[in-house]
């Protein structure tokens, strides 16, 4: 059975930073292609960051570009998204998320993923 557990959320001012984990069971995360994806209220999920499964191809959404990091230990078999300079609008819940195995490439959209963390609270302070 497939799990994601994501933690490492919280209250952060603005220009702050923020390192959220998504320890996978199950799955093999040096093969698996994941992503992150977050939903504010009132709004849809939207994907942050993906990558491929062999790694070689990742995305990030325009609006975090240059700001948030999505990487994986495979020793840990832990996803990781770093988040900085975080802004406002980066409040939402977060999402980690995997698409089944015999899927490698990189997904954008949520219905391409599988399986769901139960999300973690960022909130971030003006």
């Known amino acids: 059975q497939v799990q994601l557990v994501e933690s490492g959320g919280g209250l952060v001012q603005a220009g702050g930073s923020l390192r959220l984990s998504c320890a996978v069971s199950?799955?093999?995360?040096?093969?698996?292609?994941m992503g992150w994806f977050r939903q504010a209220p009132g709004k849809e999920r939207e994907s942050v960051a993906a990558f491929s499964g062999s790694g070689s191809t990742t995305y990030y959404a325009d609006s975090v570009k240059g700001r948030f990091t999505i990487s994986r230990d495979n020793a840990k078999n832990t996803v990781y998204l770093q988040m900085n300079s975080l802004k406002p609008e980066d409040t939402a819940v977060y999402y980690c998320?995997?698409?089944?195995?015999?899927?490698?490439?990189?997904?954008?959209?949520?219905?391409?993923?599988?399986?769901w963390g139960q999300g973690t609270q960022v909130t971030v302070s003006s």
């Open positions: 998320a995997a698409r089944v195995s015999t899927l490698y490439g990189v997904g954008l959209e949520s219905n391409q993923y599988y399986y």
């Open positions: 199950g799955r093999t995360v040096s093969s698996s292609a």
